[in-house]
């Protein structure tokens, strides 16, 4: 069993936990437990990887979506995702980070069957969720949970469920330019029409290449906006055409101006949650 790594803020209001190297390719795992009742607030949206957050501490989560205002124990959140705000009070949470391309292998459906909304975990695996959460909260350690979400993960794992390789290539090069690929030129080089490549891509990653490579460029532009870099100067880098270009592409995946954005990360939980995605995961898959 791998080591893990915990940190806890000087203030004592949150703990974060990690291990120490990544699970598998395409896959990363995190811990935080709301050590002081401070409080869980996050906005879930506009991430290139498909994200499960379990609550173990027996508080429930508040999660408002496309569909309303819901009491969920955790749930999955596809790429299709619109904004999705969550809520409780002294979490205690795994949340793992899986791309779309192992998601269409582990978890039983496409991603393209997640749709807008926070999928609850037990419409997605019934009792078996519910067991997943009684045996995270009787786990003493973060170890214990994490090797846990694993095994739980892996009994439904189907590796002969697997996109096309031609669908596995073009999501690949879409990572890999940060979204600034032009479509057309993706389908050629991977002997593919437009429209064969569109379907194949919506049903099997959850997203039509263009909508993955709008939101793979959105995810760069998200890292420079938190790390101070000026809106215009993100815009020129990440590729669009203008600043205006970059404000349409952030309200329509975070529902907000890039100027909120990043005040959006300044509570604890979010700014902390995401650092440590960088410093235990290191972006598996651009997890986002």
Not at 34 to 39: I, Q
Not at 255 to 273: E, F, H, M, S
Request: charged share 25%; aromatic share 8%.
């Amino acid at each position: 069993m791998g080591s893990v790594d915990v940190e806890r803020r000087s203030d004592g209001d949150w703990e974060f936990a990690g291990p120490a190297a990544v699970m598998t390719p395409g896959t990363g795992i995190i811990g935080y437990r709301d050590a002081a009742g401070a409080g869980l607030d996050l906005r879930v949206a506009g991430a290139a990887s498909v994200t499960v957050l379990i609550e173990f501490g027996d508080r429930d989560l508040r999660v408002d979506d496309a569909f309303g205002s819901r009491t969920l124990g955790g749930f999955v959140a596809g790429l299709p995702i619109e904004a999705v705000r969550v809520r409780a009070a002294r979490a205690a949470c795994v949340e793992v980070r899986l791309s779309p391309v192992r998601a269409y292998s582990l978890l039983g459906v496409s991603p393209a069957e997640l749709g807008r909304g926070a999928v609850d975990l037990e419409d997605l695996w019934g009792a078996r969720a519910r067991r997943l959460r009684a045996q995270l909260a009787s786990a003493p350690t973060w170890d214990d949970r994490f090797a846990i979400t694993r095994s739980f993960l892996a009994h439904g794992d189907r590796p002969t469920r697997t996109p096309d390789p031609e669908v596995l290539a073009g999501w690949s090069r879409i990572l890999s330019t940060g979204g600034q690929v032009r479509i057309g030129a993706l389908a050629a080089s991977l002997g593919w029409s437009h429209k064969r490549l569109w379907a194949r891509f919506e049903s099997q990653i959850g997203l039509t290449p263009k909508r993955a490579a709008m939101l793979v460029r959105f995810r760069s532009a998200v890292d420079e906006l938190l790390a101070g870099t000026p809106a215009a100067e993100v815009a020129a880098a990440c590729g669009y055409t203008d600043q205006a270009h970059l404000c349409r592409d952030v309200s329509a995946f975070a529902d907000q101006t890039p100027g909120a954005l990043v005040p959006a990360y300044l509570p604890t939980i979010a700014r902390d949650r995401y650092r440590a995605w960088g410093r235990f995961v290191q972006r598996p898959a651009n997890a986002g």
